[in-house]
């Protein structure tokens, strides 16, 4: 699959791109919507991860001139700023899907796989709606983990990136994973 992955949040698109290109995905990266639009004409993407907010400005509005450029181009709107009426919206501009971030590469590439309306291709994973919605701690815990691997494992990056001192990171990492 050609992936373009647009997001202005450079450690986030490098290590997505890494994540993808391990699974076998051909990928190209922007971080604004200029070098998008310029890469969905010259790399001819077949699929797009899209961050809701670039800078200052809303991915929602790249949405349309993408899929000028690209008409079969399938986007995933990526977001940490997740809304029904974000999701509804991005949708009615021609999403294909919408994601709330934390999410792994595999999630990402599980929700660009399928087109709504298909049916699930043969041995296809479709994803389990839990019960419950995960507690405040457990996205503590997963927003933690995401920023350590983005950091390459390094504590004190970690703690100066989620505003904490060192050794609380620490003492929050030696416990166990918390369930949802």
């Known amino acids: 699959m050609r992936l373009l992955i647009v997001d202005d949040d450079e450690a986030f698109r490098t ?7 391990r699974r076998g995905c051909t990928v190209a990266a922007a971080g ?10 010259g790399f001819a993407p077949e699929r797009c991860v899209l ?9 929602l509005s790249l949405i349309p001139d993408l899929l000028a ?4 181009l399938g986007i995933l ?17 021609g999403a294909l899907n919408y994601l709330a971030k934390p ?22 994973v479709v994803a389990e709606i839990p019960e419950q919605p ?13 920023v350590l691997m983005e950091e390459g494992g390094n504590i004190s990056s970690t703690a100066r990136r989620l505003g904490m001192h060192r050794r609380t990171l620490q003492r929050r990492l030696f416990k166990r994973p918390v369930s949802q």
């Open 134 to 146: 995960l507690s405040v701690d457990r996205l503590a815990w997963e927003h933690i983990q995401r």
């Open 69 to 72: 450029r690209q008409p079969a």
């Open 32 to 41: 604004d919507a200029e070098s998008a639009l310029a890469l969905a004409t």
């Open 103 to 124: 999410a792994s590469a595999d999630d990402i590439l599980r929700a660009l796989a399928e087109a709504p309306g298909e049916p699930a291709a043969a041995g296809a």
């Open 15 to 21: 290590t997505l791109a890494r994540a993808c290109e």
């Open 51 to 59: 961050d809701l907010r670039l800078g200052g400005e809303s991915g």
């Open 77 to 93: 709107v990526l977001t940490g700023y997740s809304s029904i009426a974000t999701a509804v919206e991005a949708i009615k501009r």
